[in-house]
């Protein structure tokens, strides 16, 4: 390598949050636009929750109902339909095993909750927990945006048409109303058209509703802007209470950041071991940046144990996902190693990338994020 130590590490972990949108898939179980049933009028999202557990833990599951009505795949079909990726994209739904037998009061039957895992793009950061048998109060979980009820998605989706289709005025007067009446998914997207525009005063106003609401990329966008003085007063310390509320909901980008600023200066040992928690989590969450900048800490033994297996696996994740840094190193990494070491790196990383790996055993209380998947146990 060329740097080494801490240098090394800064140099990897060099990309910050962007605003640019993750690339769109569609997604799976959603009907096509328009299309309506029964269910899609049961199925309303109060808010967005700011309880770090509701959905992503199996003792805070999602109440969704409908199983005794024989309703429950069409109740589920349907609240995922309302559901974004933090950037505003559509969530690939993969409805996995049930698990976690409980027993409700007052029954003598055991049920079960069904598991969902979702993301954008092939991976699937997110695994929410849904109990089909008692429903109750409908939430979006944490750090996701969501439209309120089916009609209001509709209306969202056709302005953001209108948009692509050049029609920027019919957009912005068909989201107005909705981020008026405080859907933060609409609040977003008018913040991003305005922003555009150049006018950064108006997005600036629509971003704070949004974040305000608990939507992360607007937590971070408020945190540049009010760090850079763009649309707003310059406002450093405001600037930094939003980019710690990003980091919270799981913006990788604000995470990175976090993480290069506990590094900064000459780190002590707690400092190490808070910035390679954070990196973890932005790793895990698919952030090729902050897995080749973890993937160097496990190498190093800096603030974390001393694992070349699983420094090596995030490296070859990263690497994969067209990392500039990793594509660098990595070669040089494990020609220092055997084959039968780097097939079982390779092995690893199938695994993770596959999610087939129990829920992780990291300081979740770091920042307050859900559980999610797990790196394969080393050697």
Sequence with gaps: MRATGLTALLALASALWTGGPAAQERAVRVRPAGQTDEASQQVRIAATTSDPDYGYRSSDPILLGGMAEHDFDRRLDNYFQLLRSPEGEPLTVVVGDTCCPFRPA?????????????????????????????????????????????????????????????FVDGAINALKPLASAGDAMAQFHLGRILA?????????EWFLKAAQAGHSVSQATVAHMLESGTGVAQDRKAAS???????????????????????????????????????????????????AAYGIML??????????FLGLMWLD????????????????????????????????AEQWSQRNAPPPSVDEALVGLPARGKAPASP
């Design 106 to 166: 007052g029954s003598a039957d055991v049920m079960t909750l069904q598991v969902v895992d979702a993301g954008v793009d092939g991976d699937r950061p997110y695994r929410f927990y849904v109990n089909g048998f008692q429903s109750g109060t409908l939430y979006a979980p944490r750090g996701l945006l969501a439209a309120r009820n089916r009609e209001d998605l509709e209306a969202i989706d056709g302005a953001l048409d209108n948009l692509r289709s050049g």
């Design 196 to 204: 555009d525009r150049k006018d950064f005063r108006g997005a600036y």
């Design 299 to 308: 190498i190093q033994g800096k603030g974390v144990a001393q694992n070349n």
């Design 317 to 348: 994740l990263a690497r994969k996902a067209g990392d500039p840094n990793a594509v660098d190193v990595y070669p040089r990494l494990s020609a220092l190693h055997t084959a039968q070491t780097m097939a079982r790196v390779e092995q690893m």
């Design 241 to 291: 209470l939003w980019i710690q509320r990003a980091a919270a909901n799981g913006n990788t980008g604000a995470l990175m950041r976090l993480a290069l600023q506990t590094l900064s200066g000459n780190p002590s040992a707690a400092d190490l071991a808070k910035a390679a928690g954070m990196l973890q989590l932005a790793a895990d969450l698919g952030d090729p940046a902050a897995q």
